[in-house]
């Protein structure tokens, strides 16, 4: 028989806690994996139409060569940065929801970096290391606490 409940022993009172509704840790890890993919192709999208407004509207206010070739520099060195930064979190939604070992600790590493995107990432980077922190408590085994027999 699996007794799930929790005895605290205070001042001659006696406290049960259930603890039979669990943390489902695979279910918040694909709503994490859900988050760092969407989230990521976001990222990826809203630079990409921004790149093309700007394309778009820049070359009518400049009128110089070299200003045209900064601009452009500038242009493809945005689009490059960012989806080298979201790459990894692309990667880590994905193995997330593959429920692949190393996604989690990968998720809790760009979750610490993410702390700092306010305020979308902040708060993906506020729950994976919580969910970190939870699956972490949830490997370690359990110790089973029995009531202290009065003899």
């Not at 930064?85 to 610490?112: C, D, F, M, N, Q």
């Amino acid at each position: 028989m699996d007794f799930s409940y929790l005895l605290l022993q205070g001042t001659g009172y006696k406290i049960i806690i259930d603890m039979s509704n669990r943390i489902d840790i695979d279910q918040h890890k694909k709503i994490l994996g859900t988050l760092y993919v969407v989230f990521s192709m976001l990222n990826i999208v809203l630079v990409i139409v921004a790149v093309l407004v700007a394309s778009a509207i820049i070359p009518f206010h400049i009128h110089g060569f070299e200003e045209l070739l900064a601009v452009t520099f500038v242009k493809y060195a945005i689009i490059s940065l960012v989806i080298i930064l979201t790459t990894p979190a692309l990667i880590v939604g994905i193995g997330l929801l593959y429920k692949r070992e190393w996604a989690l600790t990968l998720a809790l590493v760009l979750g610490i970096v993410g702390l700092f995107g306010f305020p979308f990432w902040t708060f993906i980077g506020v729950y994976s290391i919580v969910l970190f922190i939870l699956a972490q408590n949830e490997k370690k085994p359990s110790k089973s606490i029995t009531e202290p027999s009065m003899e």
